[in-house]
């Protein structure tokens, strides 16, 4: 017996801005494109900016999907553009379903190309080529514009579009000098670009976090623009023996989502780092440190200067004289005398004079942050103090104080939205 199939059609339709709407037979709500529902959920740096994604014929062509949805979420309009070879690995559906728009394959009478890279007030803020092969690269550098890609290219150039190169191959050919030697001549006129992860026999596209981290760097607020900071995060470890620690459960996110905000608007950033949990981000480098006599030297050894430092390290008030073998696990008591660490912060504001100054204060209950923050802000006199509860390690919402010249506002969000409000401060203030 043949199965009966019933067709089913779907009562929408596009409309210029590509959602898509009930048509004037249904009651049904109107629907969203899926990209209009991630749009600016996770912040609005690139609202308003529109980026032209160009995709060649790397195998890396694969993570366009992801990295178009993520900057999205950043509040940006993509507009794709494919290289033939690129649509042998990924198909035009599958950005138009990525970004909403349609995806351009090939030029047209239209003139795409001039439509979003010519010379109007309406072009685009950035050309993003996204994996880039050294084909197109070498393409790219001696003028030649045989694909849609490369035509592209030479457009934004001209009209003195931003633009940013992701590179994306086998590592000789990457090694290849002459490469090498296009990649010096695109630079030198001002092409930026974000080079590959190096592996053996791979020169890989860096992680879709890293190239977005840049991309709002080039495109977001530059309010921290030239500001030198330095951010102290995580946790000490104290030993007691061979193998033994004291610490505290703090996971250093929060220096974490306090540089990747800082970095993504404009700001030179350092990033010292005790005991955490959490990946550290390709675009950051850190220094890491142990114990509180580590974090002492880093502070008294180190020459830099800096505009602003952020002290949010949970650095240990006391340790011990640790023992020179592990302790015996049969041990049926066990008593360890603890030494009082000495403050850091006076170490820090006499090493940073001219430095703003940032300290955190946590307490177990509530009732008593705003009195210690102030002694702290009083005794140490450092600029800010910003207060929170120990419910807030390892929390993924909470709540913070700032004291600042006598005056406290207080902020509640994830790491992220609470890392802002602190820069939005620093920002106003310097």
Same mark, same amino acid.
């Given at each position: 017996?043949?199965?009966?199939?019933?067709?089913?059609?779907?009562?929408?339709?596009?409309?210029?801005?590509?959602?898509?709407?009930?048509?004037?037979?249904?009651?049904?709500?109107?629907?969203?494109?899926?990209?209009?529902?991630?749009?600016?959920?996770?912040?609005?740096?690139?609202?308003?900016?529109?980026?032209?994604?160009?995709?060649?014929?790397?195998?890396?062509?694969?993570?366009?999907?992801?990295?178009?949805?993520?900057?999205?979420?950043?509040?940006?309009?993509?507009?794709?553009?494919?290289?033939?070879?690129?649509?042998?690995?990924?198909?035009?559906?599958?950005?138009?379903?990525?970004?909403?728009?349609?995806?351009?394959?090939?030029?047209?009478?239209?003139?795409?190309?001039?439509?979003?890279?010519?010379?109007?007030?309406?072009?685009?803020?950035? +050309?993003? @080529?996204?994996? *880039? $092969? =050294?084909?197109? /690269?070498?393409? #790219?550098?001696?003028?030649?514009?045989?694909?849609?890609?490369?035509?592209?290219?030479?457009?934004?150039?001209?009209?003195?579009?931003?633009?940013?190169?992701?590179?994306?191959?086998?590592?000789?050919?990457?090694?290849?000098?002459?490469?090498?030697?296009?990649?010096?001549t695109l630079t030198s006129i001002g092409i930026h670009f974000l080079h590959p992860k190096?592996?053996?026999?791979?020169?890989?596209?860096?992680?879709?976090?890293?190239?977005?981290?840049?991309?709002?760097?080039?495109?977001?607020?530059?309010?921290?623009?030239?500001?030198?900071? +330095?951010? @102290?995060?995580? *946790? $000490? =470890?104290?030993? /007691?023996?061979? #193998?033994?620690?004291?610490?505290?459960?703090?996971?250093?996110?929060?220096?974490?989502?306090?540089?990747?905000?800082?970095?993504?608007?404009?700001?030179?950033?350092?990033?010292?780092?005790?005991?955490?949990?959490?990946?550290?981000?390709?675009?950051?480098?850190?220094?890491?440190?142990?114990?509180?006599?580590?974090?002492?030297?880093?502070?008294?050894?180190?020459?830099?200067?800096?505009?602003?430092?952020?002290?949010?390290?949970?650095?240990?008030?006391?340790?011990?004289?640790?023992?020179?073998?592990?302790?015996?696990?049969?041990?049926?008591?066990?008593?360890?005398?603890?030494?009082?660490?000495?403050?850091?912060?006076?170490?820090?504001?006499?090493?940073?004079?001219?430095?703003?100054?940032?300290?955190?204060?946590?307490?177990?209950?509530?009732?008593?942050?705003?009195?210690?923050?102030?002694?702290?802000?009083?005794?140490?006199?450092?600029?800010?103090?910003?207060?929170?509860?120990?419910?807030?390690?390892?929390?993924?919402?909470?709540?913070?104080?700032?004291?600042?010249?006598?005056?406290?506002?207080?902020?509640s969000g994830d790491k992220t939205t609470l890392a802002n409000h602190i820069l939005d401060?620093?920002?106003t203030s310097s």
């Amino acid at each position: 017996m043949k199965k009966t199939i019933k067709k089913v059609f779907f009562p929408y339709k596009k409309t210029k801005n590509n959602r898509r709407h009930k048509s004037p037979n249904t009651s049904e709500d109107h629907a969203m494109h899926p990209a209009e529902e991630i749009k600016s959920t996770k912040s609005t740096y690139l609202q308003g900016k529109r980026i032209i994604l160009a995709v060649t014929g790397s195998i890396a062509a694969t993570e366009t999907v992801k990295l178009a949805r993520e900057l999205i979420r950043h509040g940006a309009e993509i507009i794709s553009v494919l290289s033939e070879a690129a649509q042998w690995i990924i198909t035009a559906d599958a950005l138009e379903f990525a970004t909403g728009n349609s995806v351009i394959t090939k030029l047209t009478g239209k003139t795409e190309h001039v439509t979003y890279c010519g010379m109007h007030p309406d072009k685009a803020d950035l +050309l993003l @080529i996204c994996p *880039a $092969t =050294a084909n197109t /690269i070498s393409k #790219i550098a001696t003028g030649i514009d045989d694909t849609p890609v490369t035509t592209f290219a030479t457009t934004a150039i001209g009209s003195h579009i931003s633009v940013l190169i992701v590179p994306a191959m086998h590592r000789s050919m990457y090694a290849h000098p002459i490469i090498q030697h296009n990649i010096e001549t695109l630079t030198s006129i001002g092409i930026h670009f974000l080079h590959p992860k190096l592996t053996p026999t791979k020169a890989r596209l860096p992680s879709i976090d890293h190239i977005s981290s840049e991309i709002l760097r080039l495109l977001g607020p530059h309010d921290l623009e030239e500001k030198r900071i +330095l951010i @102290i995060g995580g *946790a $000490t =470890a104290e030993p /007691i023996d061979d #193998i033994r620690i004291l610490s505290n459960t703090s996971s250093g996110k929060t220096a974490l989502s306090l540089a990747t905000e800082a970095y993504r608007r404009g700001a030179d950033i350092s990033l010292w780092l005790g005991k955490h949990s959490h990946r550290v981000p390709d675009h950051l480098q850190i220094r890491s440190f142990q114990t509180h006599t580590d974090l002492k030297n880093l502070i008294t050894t180190n020459k830099e200067s800096y505009d602003i430092i952020i002290n949010c390290a949970a650095i240990a008030d006391y340790t011990a004289q640790p023992k020179q073998k592990k302790i015996p696990s049969e041990e049926k008591q066990l008593n360890i005398t603890l030494q009082p660490t000495e403050k850091l912060l006076p170490l820090i504001k006499k090493h940073n004079p001219k430095a703003t100054v940032i300290g955190y204060k946590a307490e177990s209950k509530k009732k008593d942050l705003e009195q210690r923050g102030n002694t702290l802000l009083e005794k140490y006199k450092i600029d800010y103090v910003i207060c929170n509860t120990t419910q807030a390690f390892n929390a993924s919402e909470t709540t913070i104080t700032i004291i600042h010249n006598g005056k406290k506002t207080s902020h509640s969000g994830d790491k992220t939205t609470l890392a802002n409000h602190i820069l939005d401060m620093l920002s106003t203030s310097s």
